[in-house]
């Protein structure tokens, strides 16, 4: 998904960030440090990524403390 946003805001800078990842999409090592790739730019703008991460991270959580409950009321129940 893209950011419309900030192609919206400086439609320049977009082209040039989407021709560099182009260019250098597959060149080891060129992403590394201070440059983002363009992909990573647009990922981490919208807010609703961050929702459906928390919701993920409640979900696994949650999980992990229903097994962690199940195993103590088998320990307790003394069944082996």
């Known amino acids: 998904m893209f ?16 021709k560099e990842w ?3 999409q597959y060149l080891p090592g060129y992403f590394v440090g201070s440059r983002m790739p ?4 647009q990922f981490g703008k919208k807010r609703w990524f961050r929702l ?7 979900m696994f959580f949650g999980l992990l403390a229903f097994a962690a ?3 103590v009321m088998y320990i307790a129940s003394g069944s082996s």
């Open 69 to 71: 409950v199940q195993m």
């Open 22 to 24: 182009q260019d250098n």
């Open 3 to 18: 950011n419309f946003d900030i192609m919206a805001q400086d439609p320049e800078q977009y082209f040039k960030d989407l």
């Open 38 to 41: 363009f992909s990573l730019k």
């Open 52 to 58: 459906i991460g928390w919701i993920y991270l409640i």
